[in-house]
T-cell receptor, first 112, second 115 residues
């Protein structure tokens, strides 16, 4: 059974700082890994999708990496802004159609 | 990116009534949709996998007679909370998986309050 862990559970940084969020998974036979952002009381917004054959994906100030052999993914946020404050979740998909396993998320607070 | 729409965003109902929540994929066909429940400050709890044209697959501990799921078309899945009680009050979210990449897209969520 796949288990996904996100560390830290909460993170507070001053504006402008670069930061890394971590996601680890126990079963390396994955189809893809996806990072999401969730604002309070809202649904999830997809940030980056990494297929199992890929090592990283980039979008603006965000960069996500994937190391299947070690069961790890990181989400790098450059030059953080207060608007980045949210909960970030990673989700591991085992197949292209089945359910994904979610971590519990990292709640990020970026202070002005 | 692909859009998933969920309706209603908020609903308040009396205990004992049934509530239906709709999840639509607006610009792609989704053979599989997922329904989640989320408690305050907690992560998503998968309730069931909705399969177009067939019965939903429920996670362990989720009452299928309580939470009725129908996936009648490739763009619409519905969740009906039957005989709702205050303990059913929660945030319900749906997602659909794009066929080409397997990317998950989420609806905006529905907050149910049962009085």
């Amino acid at each position: 059974k796949q288990e996904v862990t996100q560390i830290p559970a909460a993170l507070s940084v001053p504006e402008g700082e670069n930061l890394v969020l971590n996601c680890s998974f126990t079963d390396s036979a994955i189809y893809n890994l996806q990072w999401f952002r969730q604002d309070p009381g809202k649904g999830l917004t997809s940030l980056l999708l990494i297929q199992s054959s890929q090592r990283e994906q980039t979008s603006g100030r965000l960069n996500a990496s994937l190391d299947k052999s070690s069961g790890r993914s990181t989400l790098y946020i450059a030059a953080s802004q207060p608007g980045d404050s949210a909960t970030y979740l990673c989700a591991v998909g085992q197949t292209n159609a089945g359910k994904s396993t979610f971590g519990d998320g990292t709640t990020l607070t970026v202070k002005p | 990116g692909a859009v998933v729409s969920q309706h209603p965003s908020r609903v308040i109902c009396k205990s004992g009534t049934s509530v239906k929540i709709e999840c639509r994929s607006l610009d792609f066909q989704a053979t599989t949709m997922f329904w989640y429940r989320q408690f305050p400050k907690q992560s998503l709890m998968l309730m069931a996998t909705s399969n177009e044209g067939s019965k939903a697959t429920y996670e362990q501990g989720v009452e299928k007679d309580k939470f009725l799921i129908n996936h009648a078309s490739l763009t619409l899945s519905t969740l009906t909370v039957t005989s709702a009680h205050p303990e059913d009050s929660s945030f319900y979210i749906c997602s659909a998986r794009g066929r080409a990449t397997g990317e998950l897209f989420f609806g905006e969520g529905s907050r149910l309050t049962v009085l």
